[in-house]
Each structure stands twice: as structure tokens, then as C-alpha cells.
């Protein structure tokens, strides 16, 4: 929340410092908002993503900090219940191990929570996308439009293998 409210008062500020109209400037909001979801999003899944090493951003940080993230929560809700006990043991604990990362991201590929955590950040980029409709169009337009993809618009990212051609033909 902290990330989306940070974006959405960064896309706020300029139509309110240029005196726009509030249309302009709840449009911005919004688009900020859910690009600042959408990133979060994709932040919580790198953490659990093992194929993707990258930004220095080491496997399991948010796990061993306790933090309860997007992908802990769509797991628990596919989860079996062994495994929904599993995970409140290992977030109830002072400190996880490597054996209960392994554990985690085990259950994270069997249920597929990676491609499920993709899916809802698409769905922010769209909420994203759909604000800037009040635009007409421009190369601004176009970069903001752009720009909306950078989070998961990750080499390997399963999401955007399967829909970069619908945006960028």
C-alpha cells in the first residue's frame, strides 16, 4: 500500500502544481495507484520467483523477514490443509529456515502462484491502462501507457510472454 500511495501522489502532484481540472488530476491518481500496485506485486513475486535472479534481489528476503505477501496469500488460499498448518508454522516462528524456504517455493510451483501473482498485476495495468482513456492521444499518453509494463516486463516472466504481443505488435 505504502508503494501505491507513493506512485499515486507522484502522478498527482504535477496536475495539481499546473492547476488542472480534478478529472486530470483523479485520472493520475489512479494510474499511479495501480502502477504502484503493480509493482509491488511484481516485488513480492521476484521474492519467490527462482527463475528470476535478478536487480541483486536475493530468493526468500520477504520469508525470512516474516512478511506476509501476495504470493504467501494466494498460496495459503489454494493450499492444501497440511500445507495451510505448514505456513502458519513457519510465519509463527522468530526465524525460517532455507528448509522451509524450500518448502514454500515448492508449494508456490505445485500450485502455481508465480503465473496467479502475474494474472492480478495484469489486472492492475489495465485498471492503469483504462484511467488514461480521458487522454487524447500523445506521446506522453504513450509513454505513461509504456511505462505501466516496466514491472513485469521481466526477461523469463511467464506473464509477459503470454501477452507482450496484445500491447506491442
Same mark, same amino acid.
Given at each position: ?12 502532484v /504535477?496536475? %495539481? ?9 483523479? $485520472?493520475?491518481?489512479?494510474?499511479? &495507484? +495501480? #502502477?504502484?500496485?503493480t ?26 523477514? /516474516?512478511? %506476509? ?9 489454494? $493450499?492444501?490443509?497440511?500445507?495451510? &498448518? +505448514? #505456513? ?46 480521458i487522454f ?7 509513454i505513461l ?24 505488435p
Amino acid at each position: 500500500a505504502k508503494t501505491a500511495s507513493l506512485f499515486a501522489a507522484a502522478t498527482k502532484v /504535477g496536475p %495539481i502544481l499546473a492547476n488542472k481540472e480534478s478529472k486530470i488530476k483523479e $485520472a493520475l491518481e489512479f494510474y499511479g &495507484k +495501480n #502502477l504502484g500496485l503493480t509493482f509491488q506485486i511484481a516485488d513480492d513475486t521476484l521474492d519467490y520467483n527462482s527463475e528470476l535472479k535478478i536487480f541483486g534481489k536475493e530468493i526468500g528476503n520477504d520469508f525470512y523477514e /516474516g512478511k %506476509i505477501t501476495l504470493p504467501i496469500i494466494l498460496l495459503y488460499q489454494k $493450499a492444501g490443509l497440511e500445507e495451510k &498448518k +505448514n #505456513l502458519r508454522e513457519f510465519f509463527e516462528k522468530d526465524k525460517r529456515t532455507e528448509s522451509d524456504l524450500n518448502k514454500v517455493l515448492s508449494m508456490i510451483k505445485k500450485y502455481n502462484i508465480i503465473s496467479d501473482c502475474y494474472v492480478k498485476a495484469n489486472h492492475f495495468i489495465n485498471l492503469a491502462s483504462n484511467s488514461l482513456s480521458i487522454f487524447k492521444d500523445s506521446k506522453e499518453k504513450e509513454i505513461l501507457y509504456k511505462l505501466q509494463w516496466g514491472p513485469i516486463k521481466i526477461r523469463g516472466s511467464p506473464l509477459w510472454s503470454k501477452l507482450k504481443h496484445l500491447y506491442f505488435p
